[in-house]
């Protein structure tokens, strides 16, 4: 959670709307907050055109589990033999019976996983979560150039003013697990062009920033 705002003032269940499509009914009937995990893997150089090969090849059987919202290749990063997904899930214990079947399902650890992890130098993953009033956002207008920024706030900054303006694919913040303080910003272009026009969607320092080619399986296009 960022210092300074409590669970009740930003992801309070019963003041997110019912007909939010990034929120779920628990069992008592209260409407909670989706949850949204990025990871990033590290490829060997040597290996990143049969990862891509490979995961494009078996990418079905790990979404029957659980939401893709995007896949994409790092084209402009600290690491550029990159890629980078977001899975969205109903809560941290749909996320953890999802793990718990894919650790079973043979076919997926054996045609996949197997082959995968000697793939990979190194990867990481965080759990966010979408404020209040944003929703994923499917690009139109053609184009496929991504960019994700990270941006580091003060305690207290008031995320109950973001607001998703145009070009904004996805907005979340980070969770109450592991580092905190942060806000994600998925935006979508057109070409390079468009995206010298944009003006600053936050007006506090970025940490990072990474362009992004999505893969062809990726839902976001």
Do not use: C
């Not at 079947?101 to 082959?115: C, F, G, P, R, V």
Request: charged content about 20%; aromatic content about 10%.
């Amino acid at each position: 959670m960022l210092a300074g705002l409590t669970r009740t003032s930003l992801f309070n269940p019963r003041s997110t709307s019912r007909g939010s499509r990034n929120a779920h009914a628990d069992s008592q009937g209260a409407t909670l907050p989706k949850v949204y995990e990025l990871r990033t893997y590290d490829v060997h150089p040597a290996h990143f055109p049969s990862f891509v090969k490979l995961t494009q090849d078996h990418i079905d059987k790990r979404t029957k589990y659980s939401k893709l919202v995007g896949y994409w290749t790092s084209d402009v990063s600290s690491s550029i033999n990159e890629t980078v997904h977001i899975w969205e899930y109903d809560s941290l214990d749909h996320r953890a019976d999802v793990r718990k079947q894919l650790i079973t399902d043979t076919e997926w650890q054996n045609e996949y996983m197997a082959k995968m992890r000697p793939m990979l130098q190194r990867q990481q993953n965080q759990i966010l979560q979408m404020p209040q009033g944003m929703q994923l956002q499917s690009p139109h207008d053609g184009g496929n150039l991504y960019e994700l920024e990270v941006y580091k706030t003060a305690a207290g900054y008031p995320l109950k003013s973001l607001h998703q303006a145009n070009g904004i694919a996805g907005l979340w913040v980070s969770s109450d697990i592991g580092p905190s303080n942060e806000i994600f910003v998925l935006k979508h272009f057109k070409n390079f062009a468009e995206r010298s026009k944009q003006g600053l969607i936050l007006t506090i320092p970025k940490e990072t920033s990474k362009i992004l080619s999505p893969l062809s399986f990726s839902p976001l296009k």
